[in-house]
Each structure stands twice: as structure tokens, then as C-alpha cells.
Nanobody, 118 residues
């Protein structure tokens, strides 16, 4: 059993920055790979970034160079630092966890709203 709780969402102006966090509790075997997905109204859910235990990371092309995913395994927490935010980044951001890169996503957080608007 794993629980994921996101925090840090909010309203930010275009060009601004925001950091969202995800606190995980439960089995460490199910949190080898952590990720962030997002979903905007009327759009499909998309992968934003993923990170393995050991901090190997990958990003969607739309956020490369602007977003940074990181994790602190001692605190069982993953972060998504979002810089140079654009209106198209507006979405609900979800934290995810799975046991390996080849596993299905086993756990989802409740989501945190990020709104980029002037």
C-alpha cells in the first residue's frame, strides 16, 4: 500500500516559477520509479517527467529545459520545479509511482492544480 500526496500547486503568472511536491508513504518497493503526469480540461493526460531511484530522469519535450524533477529518498518525497511557466502548462498535476520502468503505474496522487495566467 502506497499513498501519494501532492502539494504546492497554485496560480502563477506566465514566466514565473512554482514547485510542486509529492510525499509518499508505504512500501519502498513500489516507488522505484516516480513521475509527474498532468491533465488539462479537454486534453489527454500526458507524462511530464519521470525519475528512478538513483535520480535518472526523463522529460516530455514540451517541458525540457524548463522543468526539473528530483527526489529525496530519505524523505520519501519527489519534486517538480517548474520554471518559465506558460499558459499551456495549466493543468492538474498528478504524482505517480511504480516498481520499475516496465511496470504499470500502480499508484496515483489526488492531484494539485497549477494555473498559469496573467
Amino acid at each position: 500500500q502506497v499513498q501519494l500526496v501532492e502539494s504546492g500547486g497554485g496560480l502563477v503568472q506566465p514566466g514565473g516559477s512554482l514547485r510542486v511536491s509529492c510525499a509518499a508513504s508505504g512500501s519502498s518497493f513500489s516507488t522505484v520509479v516516480m513521475g509527474w503526469y498532468r491533465q488539462a480540461p479537454g486534453k489527454q493526460r500526458e507524462l511530464v517527467a519521470v525519475i528512478t531511484r538513483g535520480s535518472n530522469a526523463n522529460y516530455a519535450d514540451s517541458v525540457k529545459g524548463r522543468f526539473t524533477i528530483s527526489r529525496d529518498d530519505a524523505k520519501n518525497t519527489v519534486y517538480l520545479q517548474m520554471n518559465n511557466l506558460k499558459p499551456e502548462d495549466t493543468a492538474v498535476y498528478y504524482c505517480t509511482a511504480r516498481g520499475s520502468l516496465t511496470s504499470r503505474i500502480s499508484y496515483w496522487g489526488q492531484g494539485t492544480q497549477v494555473t498559469v495566467s496573467s
